[in-house]
């Protein structure tokens, strides 16, 4: 292509020069009262919003205050230029057409979602007011712009859906490629009520399944896994959606099965075997070479084949070996516990659900799943539902529950503005994931497992196992079993209402703290 200037030296006269903000040399966004902009300060100081210190008024403030270097509006400033939407008048950043980003996101929707009417598809409706109307329409200008990664080719599903391609059913969805692009816009369209409202890990399975099955070569083998799938591993899933919900680790532990039970197929076939004539001593054979994950993976399927007459019902399943990691002792959880409330350098999310944690040992699943209606202020008493009655605050844990939910993050993604989650996540209308928080705390020095054993069994040798199961929302059967471990001397503990109400029980240690 022909440039339209005629040498380097041209062009670098014409289009480059040293920005007046960050100093470096760039191409020129534009000519301000304080020098040239390139197009990343430009762009960074017409998106800065606030109360103009010059003229009192809110506005956008893109301009420097000479004497100070405040941020200043353009009036102030002395700007020749405006950055007033041409439509919609909001002063801003400026798209083709001198239109904002929110009313450049409409319009690329609008056309997007349109039916072949010029308007947009009725049954879409709720999924444009969805996404016209959320915080940062930069960030949905992005993600219709994106081609790779995790959410690629949004704009493209989008237009399918809008023409009406693309049947509005989950079955419909768990078929589309990409999966993650598919699955991001069916968690919008659940969030909006297009979609009835189904547990994501539970859609993620029934994705992932036809692959899986797809991908295996022996028809035989196939139907026995789809039969398995089916009649044994989604059943049960969808039977701890309808109760509670689905966690990433369950989520893992079906696609496991599914995959230990293709695995041992293979296994049989390759001894020349089926599963029809699997013997003893295949089963011995295969859990003598594996490890004791695998071993517990297989051992549904196992059962499941023996159950449904698929192989010999004299077949004898190894019992499953339970294994705990040590607690931490009762001086580290303290000191974890003031570390917690001390270091402003650990970011607040992690100070709060560690603390949860370590006070009221609860399982990060169940953590992220806490919603700030859950918080009970009660007067000057801070309340925390976890069971029932609800569990008592101290008063710097209260404190620094308050200023986290005062200060939440992923507040201004597309669909969490409102978010009720204690710790609001990145997806639409999810919060934060249980494995990534999980994470993150063992990068503080806070080992889950190790922190929930401690802090259980210190309040089972405070308080009788029925009182502390129904505050912490355990099962009895599991409080009974931890109390006999740890030696409790509640024994004797009649479960149910008593004359003297432990609603006022506090969790153990907290008054050291």
């Known amino acids: 292509m022909t440039r339209p200037y005629a040498t380097d030296e041209q062009y670098e006269r014409w289009f480059m020069a040293d920005c007046c903000r960050c100093g470096r040399r760039r191409h020129k966004a534009g000519t301000w009262p304080d020098g040239y902009v390139c197009r990343t300060c430009s762009d960074r100081a017409v998106r800065m919003r606030g109360t103009c210190p010059g003229c009192g008024q809110e506005r956008a403030l893109p301009g420097l205050c000479p004497e100070d270097g405040a941020a200043i509006c353009t009036t ?61 329409p930069r960030s949905g200008l992005a993600w219709l712009d994106m081609r790779r990664g995790q959410l690629g080719n949004a704009s493209q599903l ?133 490890t004791e994950h695998a071993r517990t ?21 190894p019992a ?55 918080v009970i202020c009660d007067g000057d008493a801070v309340l925390l539902r976890l069971g029932e009655p609800p569990s008592p605050v101290p008063a710097p844990v209260a404190t620094l529950l308050l200023e986290h939910i005062a200060n939440r993050g992923n507040m201004n993604t597309a669909t969490n503005p409102a978010s009720r989650w204690l710790f609001p996540g990145r997806r639409t209308g999810q919060p934060l994931g249980p494995n990534h928080l999980s994470a993150l705390l063992n990068k503080v020095g806070i080992p889950i497992a190790a922190a929930r054993g401690a802090a259980i069994r210190q309040q089972l040798l405070e308080l009788p196992a029925p009182v502390v ?34 609603a006022g029980w506090a969790p153990r240690g907290t008054g050291d703290l």
């Open 76 to 136: 102030c400033a002395g700007f020749s230029q405006t950055f007033d939407c041409s439509r919609c008048g909001f002063e801003g950043k400026l798209l083709g057409g001198r239109l904002c980003e929110r009313c450049t996101f409409t319009d690329r929707l609008t056309a997007l979602l349109d039916d072949g009417t010029g308007r947009v598809r009725p049954a879409l409706v709720p999924l444009f007011d969805l996404l016209v109307t959320m915080d940062k």
């Open 297 to 317: 993976c297989l051992r549904a399927f196992l059962n499941w084949a023996v159950q449904g007459r698929h192989c010999r019902r004299s077949l004898a399943i």
């Open 320 to 374: 499953m070996k339970v294994s705990r990691r040590a607690a931490l002792s009762e001086d580290e959880r303290l000191a974890a516990l003031g570390r917690l409330l001390t270091d402003t350098e650990i970011p607040m999310r992690l100070r709060v659900a560690g603390v949860i944690v370590l006070l009221y040992a609860q399982p990060l699943s169940r953590v992220v799943r806490v919603t700030i209606d859950d």
């Open 158 to 290: 989008l237009q399918r859906l809008g023409l009406g391609e693309i049947p509005l059913t989950h079955d419909a969805f768990h078929e589309l490629q990409p999966w993650r692009a598919a699955s991001h816009l069916e968690e919008l369209l659940m969030a909006c009520g297009v979609l009835p409202a189904v547990d994501k890990h539970l859609c993620s399975f029934q994705r992932w399944l036809p692959g899986h099955l797809s991908d295996i070569a022996d028809p035989e083998h196939a139907k026995t896994i789809r039969l398995f799938a089916t009649w044994h591993v989604l059943p049960r899933l969808r039977a701890r959606a309808e109760r509670s919900h689905i966690t990433p680790s369950i989520r893992r532990f079906a696609g496991e099965q599914t995959k230990y039970a293709t695995a041992f197929l293979q296994w049989l076939s390759e001894r020349n075997s089926t599963l029809a004539s699997c013997g003893q001593i295949d089963i011995d054979a295969w859990f003598a070479e594996n």
């Open 469 to 502: 199961a129904d505050a912490l929302g355990y099962h009895d059967k599991t409080t009974t079993r931890l109390r006999n471990e740890t030696g409790g001397t509640w024994s004797r503990y009649a479960p149910g209402d008593h004359a003297r109400s432990p």
